[in-house]
């Protein structure tokens, strides 16, 4: 037996062989190895160092609720309800205007239901920015701050609802943050929108058409909004079977007890009246509507008035059409009026061509009635002939002979009623009682008002206004307002986007960053003696954005120090 030495991954290591003898030969055999040369000493494990020990709680909610609390601090949203609705600036614990702010920014991301906002709440970082604890936002506690802003005072009789004086103030704050260029005043937008009930108990929830003349149970929303920045300066609810022109006095009424300057009013035709417009002026406002084709004035102005397709007359171009203005000063309404004839020459010719196809079409379809008629009597032939004529009576003039030889149907059309049409296609008339404003810009400021449809519309689809499941008339209307300060958190949200790009897409782009801002989770995270505060998922592209909308500071690490460790 022999000992060798054998080196391996830079050690010695002992190897046992014995000698044979091959064929004559001597050779080494391996037998075991026996360990390392020099054996190794075991050197002891480091001291566990604390920082090597992580533990973390539970994570929250954290970044679409904590941009949305900065926004609503900003107009110091909690503290004016509670100024209002308390009577005193600030109010210590789960006040009415902490836990509303709070119900807002929840209909703004994930609405839910007042009976789903206490388990919803506590998995958000909302608690800890307002300084409340989990356990104050109870459904109990949800529903006594909606009677804070709107309640029924039995000893007078009568509602006691103080959020117009809400709205008013936090108004002025916007405005004193976000002025409006010097020499200009506020143009304002107004519209009305239904709002679907599940109860029968409410008693604004009337049977009302909505825009698909459908006949159902609801009430009415009324907005007036911001040309500038889209930011609402009041809301108004009515019954389901009220319509917009019996709003308007309202309306004048709530913007002459208001803090805004007067300056111009953009509503729909169908609000427009003598009355209404004398209103307004008398208000001090300006008025910017479409006047109704049922108006006989405004149809002899269109009718007898043509205008020149030129550069210097052509006041807005889209895919949707060309549309050209005039501005003339003719009777309405009593008075000598400024107004604005606009005319869209692509949508005049569409309009042509499709009544003359309609036109031709029920001239074939009555050429086929002639070879059908036979032995009918002549109520038949009438309601054939009504059938193939359709929507188009008022031009085509159907004619049954009685029985005997020759043709038993004839008919013929109405060449002036369809040249005076021709001369009405594409054409309105819009009532612009500002003598400085351009055909162009008065055209341009009505076309334009259709922002406060996309208002409706995100109040409809991201916050989930309807249906409506409160029953009592003070609770809806105290919920209506909530639904309001969403929007007002999102229009302030839009605002800010709007102002870092010159395209007008802030309505998708401030939904895709909340969605965004909505994955990203606070945890704390204790390493040895330091306790951290960590924002998981936050995205590059997030941060930018906040960083260039003035919140570089928000969703930013912290870290506090634990001497107990």
């Known amino acids: 037996m022999s000992i060798k030495r ?15 003898r091959v064929n004559g030969k001597v050779k080494s ?22 920082f090597d020990r992580l ?15 900065e926004l609503a601090k900003e107009i110091e949203m909690p503290e004016t309800i509670d100024g209002i609705c308390c009577g005193q600036r600030n109010v210590d614990g789960p006040s009415p205007g902490k836990l509303l702010t709070a119900w807002a920014i929840n209909r703004a991301i994930d609405p839910q239901s007042c009976t789903k906002l206490e388990s919803w709440l ?36 009568r509602l006691h609802d103080p959020t117009a004086r809400i709205d008013d103030a936090l108004y002025r704050r916007w405005r004193a943050l976000h002025p409006l260029p010097a020499e200009e005043k506020e143009t304002l937008a107004y519209d009305l929108t239904s709002v679907l009930f599940f109860g029968v108990s409410y008693p604004l929830a009337e049977l009302g058409y909505n825009l698909e003349k459908i006949l159902r149970r609801q009430a009415n929303l009324a907005l007036v909004v911001s040309r500038r920045d889209r930011f609402p300066l009041a809301y108004f609810v009515y019954g389901g079977s009220r319509n917009a022109p019996s709003t308007i006095k309202n309306l004048i009424l709530a913007l002459q007890e208001s803090s805004v300057e007067p300056g111009t009013l953009i509503w729909d035709r169908g609000n427009v009246s003598g009355e209404h417009v004398e209103s307004a002026t008398a208000a001090g406002w300006h008025l910017i509507c479409g006047v109704p084709m049922s108006v006989n004035e405004a149809r002899d102005i269109l009718e007898r008035t043509q205008l020149e397709y030129s550069h210097e007359t052509l006041a807005r171009g889209s895919k949707g059409g060309h549309v050209y203005a005039v501005k003339l000063e003719a009777p309405l309404y009593g008075k000598e009026r400024n107004l604005v004839i606009c005319d869209n020459r692509e949508r005049g010719v569409r309009n042509a061509d499709a009544r003359n196809e309609a036109l031709a079409a029920i001239d074939e379809d009555l050429q086929e009635l002639v070879t059908r008629i036979g032995n009918w009597g002549e109520r038949r032939i009438h309601e054939e002939a009504g059938k193939a004529v359709g929507a188009f009576g008022a031009l085509v003039i159907p004619k049954v002979n009685r029985k005997g030889d020759g043709t038993r149907l004839s008919w013929g059309f109405k060449k002036q009623d369809i040249h005076r049409m021709e001369r009405l296609d594409g054409k309105w008339l819009l009532l612009c009682t500002d003598p400085v404003l351009s055909a162009k810009q008065a055209t341009n400021l009505y076309l334009e ?24 008339e003070w609770r809806v209307r105290a919920y209506l307002f909530v639904c309001v300060l969403a929007y007002r958190l999102l229009a302030m949200l839009q605002d800010r986007l709007r102002k870092l790009s010159d395209k007008d897409d802030t309505w998708e782009r401030a939904d895709t960053l909340l969605q965004e801002l909505g994955r990203v989770e606070r945890v704390r995270v204790r390493l040895g003696r330091q306790v ?12 930018e954005t906040l960083d260039k909308m003035g919140y570089k500071k928000l969703l930013k690490e912290e870290v506090e120090v634990d001497l107990r460790v």
Request: include cysteine; glycine fraction near 6%.
């Open 122 to 157: 506590p998995t958000t970082d909302l608690p800890r920015l307002m300084g409340l604890d989990p356990g104050d936002f109870t459904k109990v506690a949800f529903l006594t701050a909606l009677d804070f802003v709107c309640t029924d005072d039995r000893d007078a009789g």
């Open 29 to 50: 055999l391996y037998v075991r190895s026996l360990g390392p040369e020099d054996p190794v000493t075991k050197k002891p494990k480091p001291r566990a160092n604390v």
């Open 532 to 543: 951290k505060s960590w924002y998981l998922n936050l995205s590059g592209k997030s941060r």
């Open 6 to 20: 054998r080196k391996k991954h830079g050690r010695v290591y002992l190897e046992e062989h014995r000698t044979i």
């Open 55 to 69: 533990d973390h709680g539970p994570s929250h909610r954290a970044g679409d609720v904590a941009l949305l609390w």
């Open 449 to 472: 008002k259709d922002f406060i449809e996309k208002v409706f519309r995100t109040l409809k689809t991201s916050e989930e206004i309807v249906p409506v499941r409160h029953r009592l």
